[in-house]
């Protein structure tokens, strides 16, 4: 067996980051439990460029502070699906005549067939040749061992392609626009401009110097109305006791919202407690280390647990969520159906 190379996390970050990832794990001991490095034939099914979909971009940072910008896509394992260590069901490769026969016998739609037949592959924009069409070409998908991905792959290309069809995939997904709903119109001035709401009007406070903390909302397709109102309170109430601007990126989530996130590689679960109004996601862009202590500090002040750490796979961010002592019910005119007139015709993918 080849001689490991790299001996840290910071050390097989960077191998992975070369495309090293042979040397950067060779023998059976992982950082994180003992697991042999695996490298998987898949296909990339998703986006189809042809749909007019670019894939997402993922940054993440390493133990050592560098950052690395991914592209995200969705990928199928070629023969290796249905096996154990991989958790999933069976499904027939998407993009194939199979796949669409597939979900109408089963009564699924291709959105939830999708995330459920793929998983996140990572490839770096660097050392990547970006301007390919990456659509049915078939990658090395190697797991993340570093835990630093959590179950994303690392991927690097090949010049194979596989022949699949985006006729047999859904269509380009939709983004909600949740400007004009109560709580979110707040942070919107007439002319739809986005703007902060200072946190002592919204909770009674002295409006001075040392109560001049705000919150805003990172787009329009952020849900602020809809989370539970204890939690919209604390949000405020964390914003004036820390006298930050916080930018919160995302709020209550539909499932429609979870399948449009997954199918950008967001790996985002069905069970999470943004689907039910009880969690939150800050921005950590342009905090030092003294503000995110400060913010932890008074999250747990007012009982808000964080039960990730601010990396946890989806690029870093906080995530705070009630306890559960603290939850109640889902809020009135929040139910898919409730909200489906908000969601409009997307023509790219996030950025």
């Not at 009564?107 to 999708?114: D, G, P, R, T, V």
Request: charged content about 25%.
């Amino acid at each position: 067996m080849p001689e490991r190379k790299y001996n840290t996390l910071s050390q097989i970050f960077y191998a992975l980051k070369k495309g090293d990832g042979t040397s950067a794990i060779t023998d059976s001991q992982s950082y994180y439990g003992q697991k042999e490095e695996k490298v998987r034939k898949a296909v990339v099914v998703w986006p189809p460029a042809n749909k007019g979909i670019k894939p997402t971009k993922t940054t993440i940072t390493d133990p050592a502070g560098e950052t690395t910008t991914f592209l995200t896509y969705r990928i199928y394992f070629l023969g290796g699906l249905e096996s154990s260590d991989m958790n999933m069901t069976y499904f027939p490769i998407p993009g194939t005549p199979e796949f669409e026969k597939y979900i109408s016998e089963n009564e699924i739609s291709a959105e939830l067939a999708l995330t459920y037949s793929t998983k996140v592959g990572l490839l770096n924009s660097k050392t990547s040749d970006a301007s390919k069409d990456a659509f049915g070409m078939v990658v090395d998908a190697r797991e993340d061992q570093s835990g630093v991905h959590g179950e994303h792959f690392i991927i690097t290309q090949t010049e194979q392609k596989y022949q699949i069809s985006s006729n047999y995939l859904p269509t380009a997904p939709k983004i909600p626009d949740f400007s004009e709903l109560r709580m979110n119109s707040l942070f919107y001035d007439k002319s739809g401009k986005s703007r902060p709401v200072r946190a002592s009007t919204m909770i009674g406070g002295a409006q001075d110097e040392l109560n001049g903390g705000s919150v805003r909302l990172a787009s329009k397709r952020v849900n602020f109305d809809c989370l539970d109102q204890t939690l919209q309170q604390k949000i405020f109430q964390l914003a004036q006791n820390t006298n930050r601007d916080l930018v919160v990126t995302s709020a209550f989530r539909t499932d429609q919202d979870v399948e449009r996130l997954n199918r950008h590689g967001a790996g985002t679960s069905a069970n999470s407690t943004h689907n039910s109004g009880w969690g939150v996601d800050f921005s950590v862009r342009n905090l030092n280390d003294g503000d995110i202590n400060a913010i932890k500090e008074a999250a747990f002040e007012l009982n808000l647990s964080m039960p990730a750490p601010i990396d946890h796979g989806t690029g870093p961010h906080f995530h705070f969520q009630l306890r559960s002592g603290d939850r109640g019910p889902l809020q009135q005119g929040c139910s898919r159906s409730e909200l489906d007139s908000f969601y409009e015709d997307e023509s790219q993918g996030e950025s």
